[in-house]
T-cell receptor, first 117, second 114 residues
Framework: GAGVSQSPSNKVTEKGKDVELRCDPI?????LYWYRQSLGQGLEFLIY????????KSGLPSDRFSAERTGGSVSTLTIQRTQQEDSAVYLC???????????????FGEGSRLTVL | AQTVTQSQPEMSVQEAETVTLSCTYD???????LFWYKQPPSRQMILVIR??????QNATENRFSVNFQKAAKSFSLKISDSQLGDAAMYFC???????????FGKGTSLLVTP
């Protein structure tokens, strides 16, 4: 596709259930990011994938959160045993180069809004 | 670590007028990049403008320009001739030149009135 695609757009789940959020980055982009946007807050960095390197998971808030990126393309963010505080918009972004390189403009998807009841 | 502060949760501007959104940041890095992103109701973040810290000249993109004060660690966004389509959340962000994860402020909600 032409842009970053995320699914589902909206997800309502019950507390304690597991959820999977999917991100399909722009073709050829080696860098992929997950951010969390809680109500009234800025974007909180979760995890970063760059090519075949080990991901930077330093932003994951707990061990209930995990992410993988298969074949250097599609990424899945999994939240196990969801809690109400997990309710947020989860944004995925990709870039051709790391953003600190100066040429790495981030292209964002429209996010997945997660509501935990 | 870099922190970004946006002190204006909400701003309002009349159509065709000019508005300035404030942003300050804190970093120990000597080389870094600063950004303004726009988030409309569709939720998709869109890059508005980017500034390289080593450049003294303020970046401009059509009706959007920045006032970059490196010593004061200030990076404000000026929107000229405001249009209804400019209504959105605006986020200021920074990244070190050797980093990759953007640090975002909490955003400023801009309302444009006819």
């Amino acid at each position: 596709g032409a842009g970053v695609s995320q699914s589902p757009s909206n997800k309502v789940t019950e507390k304690g259930k597991d959820v999977e959020l999917r991100c399909d980055p722009i073709s050829g982009h080696t860098a992929l990011y997950w951010y969390r946007q809680s109500l009234g807050q800025g974007l909180e960095f979760l995890i970063y994938f760059q090519g075949n390197s080990a991901p930077d998971k330093s932003g994951l808030p707990s061990d209930r959160f995990s992410a993988e990126r298969t074949g250097g393309s599609v990424s899945t963010l999994t939240i196990q045993r969801t809690q109400q505080e997990d309710s947020a918009v989860y944004l995925c972004a990709s870039s051709a180069q790391p953003s600190g390189s100066g040429a790495g403009e981030l292209f964002f998807g429209e996010g997945s809004r997660l509501t935990v009841l | 670590a870099q922190t970004v502060t946006q002190s204006q949760p909400e701003m309002s501007v009349q159509e065709a007028e000019t508005v300035t959104l404030s942003c300050t940041y804190d970093t120990s890095e000597s080389d870094y990049y600063l950004f303004w992103y726009k988030q409309p109701p569709s939720r998709q973040m869109i890059l508005v403008i980017r500034q390289e810290a080593y450049k003294q000249q303020n970046a401009t993109e059509n009706r959007f320009s920045v006032n970059f004060q490196k010593a004061a660690k200030s990076f404000s966004l000026k929107i000229s001739d405001s249009q209804l389509g400019d209504a959105a959340m605006y986020f200021c962000a920074s990244v070190s030149s050797v980093g990759y994860a953007l640090n975002f402020g909490k955003g400023t909600s801009l309302l444009v009135t006819p």
